[in-house]
């Protein structure tokens, strides 16, 4: 932890021996409870197996998880997927006598899912993945083999939506606010899955901005904070749209104080100059069962890892499905370091950090009390997460009482190789703790 990030004030009563920490010395712990790592569980798509055969294992062994979910094809969804821009038939008219160039690949991208037949979306996809890449000659060609073969009448009329949005199939909003109860996070995954970096940007914001509305409205806004574009992209014209929509993307944290390793990175977490490392990891068909034990490892053995892991598809539906005994045989490997690991929401972790580094303690000595003040200047409504203090006090001390207002706690003093101290949860600018033997 660097100091320049986290104030801290002590009115000091006496000194301790030489090596040893100073009565009243408070620091907020790098994770929640005075951890060593974090783990974060994640779905992307919402296939229904997800909520099936996984969740109940997760409920089964206490464990939390973000599901990143494709708002528009779940029943009673008000906002569904659409083209905003000019009429199709004129850009289809169009396409007849010009060809696809930078100048208008991402209106005809945008609109090719839209044309009124099925089949179309699987190119959009492929194309805005071209694009991305750097491959643009080889997306515009492939816009004007789409729209030729549309002219031609070579697909079937109507709208096909992309597998993902078929395989949430059976969920619905009641099945999710149920969970939500439940203590599971649910975020945004776009309306449509779409592929972003081929969208324009009236269409990217019609994505994300209306995906938000629908969770807003279907389960409240305390689940508008967390969202992934979908295919990880990383694109920075997508990203910088959707920093402006949402607080937090697994996409992409660009943080001072954070090293991102994503998904593609075949780095491990090494020597870093930064707070914390956001390692993320899929578990697909490539990732055999002691790789993934070796993740978390890795993560117990350092004190500033944050595991993110990334599951699509379940017992054989969707994206590189695996099987739920997998699952949960991994499932109780994280829950066997309960006691090192901090096992929590994409959202909650990421409030946390930014809490953590944005946070001033002070603590004051006044007539054998310790009083201590927790504040943060980010926005109270949003960031509403209790941090984790640890406080060193006398070495006679064998017990100490946190006293808040009309909140009495009791907790049993610990001992590290600097002296005596107590661990507990406040919350951030909710006035004076005041601590006592």
């Known amino acids: 932890m660097k100091p320049s990030f986290i104030a801290v004030?002590?009115?000091?009563?006496?000194?301790?021996?030489?090596?040893q920490a100073v009565t009243g010395k408070t620091t907020v712990t790098e994770w929640q409870y005075g951890k060593n790592g974090a783990v974060s569980i994640t779905y992307d798509d919402g296939s229904y197996?997800?909520?099936?055969?996984?969740?109940?294992?997760?409920e089964r062994l206490g464990l939390p998880a973000t599901f990143f979910i494709i708002t528009g094809g779940i029943p009673g969804s008000k906002y569904h997927g659409q083209f905003i821009g000019r009429p199709v038939k004129s850009i289809m008219t169009e396409s007849a006598t010009k060809p696809t160039n930078a100048q208008n690949f991402l209106e005809r991208c945008s609109a090719a899912g839209y044309l009124g037949y099925k089949g179309t979306i699987a190119y959009h996809t492929k194309a805005a993945g071209l694009y991305d890449e750097g491959r643009t000659e080889d997306a515009f060609k492939l816009m004007d083999e789409l729209y030729a073969k549309v002219r031609h009448g070579d697909f079937e009329p109507g709208y096909q939506p992309c597998d993902e949005v078929l395989q949430e199939k059976g969920s619905t909003w009641d099945d999710f606010r149920q969970d939500a109860a439940k203590g599971y996070e649910f975020a945004s995954h776009s309306i449509t899955h779409a592929g972003m970096p081929?969208?324009?940007?009236?269409?990217?914001?019609?994505?994300?901005?209306?995906?938000?509305?629908e969770i807003s409205k279907q389960m409240g806004e305390k689940y508008t904070f967390s969202t992934e574009v979908p295919y990880g992209y990383e694109n920075a014209r997508v990203m910088s749209i959707a920093y402006?929509?949402?607080?937090?993307?697994?996409?992409?944290?660009?943080?001072?104080?954070?090293?991102?390793?994503?998904?593609p990175s075949k780095k491990t977490p090494g020597v870093s100059d930064k707070d914390y490392v956001q390692w993320q990891r899929e578990i697909n068909t490539g990732a055999p069962l002691p790789l993934m034990k070796s993740w978390v490892d890795t993560t117990v053995a350092r004190k500033d890892t944050w595991l993110v892991l990334v599951i699509h598809g379940v017992e054989g539906l969707g994206y590189e499905a695996r099987p739920v005994s997998l699952l949960d045989t991994y499932f109780q490997y994280i829950k066997s370091f309960n006691s090192k690991l901090w096992v929590a929401t994409f959202g909650d972790v990421t409030k946390y950090m930014r809490e953590r580094e944005a946070a001033t303690v002070t603590a004051k000595i006044v007539k054998g009390e310790i009083k201590i003040t927790l504040a943060h200047s980010l926005d109270k409504t949003m960031y509403n997460l209790p941090l984790t203090l640890k406080t060193y006090v006398p070495s006679e001390w064998k017990k100490a009482i946190?006293?808040?207002?009309?909140?009495?706690?009791?907790?049993?003093?610990?001992?590290?190789?600097?002296?005596?101290?107590i661990q507990y949860k406040a919350y951030p600018n909710d006035g004076v703790l005041t601590i006592e033997r």
């Open 49 to 58: 197996n997800q909520f099936k055969y996984a969740l109940p294992v997760m």
């Open 9 to 19: 004030i002590i009115c000091l009563c006496a000194l301790a021996a030489k090596g």
């Open 244 to 263: 402006k929509i949402y607080p937090a993307l697994r996409n992409r944290m660009p943080e001072p104080w954070l090293t991102e390793l994503d998904r």
């Open 402 to 421: 946190i006293t808040k207002g009309k909140k009495v706690q009791k907790i049993t003093v610990e001992r590290d190789d600097k002296g005596r101290f």
């Open 198 to 213: 081929g969208l324009d940007s009236l269409n990217i914001i019609y994505e994300l901005t209306k995906s938000k509305e």
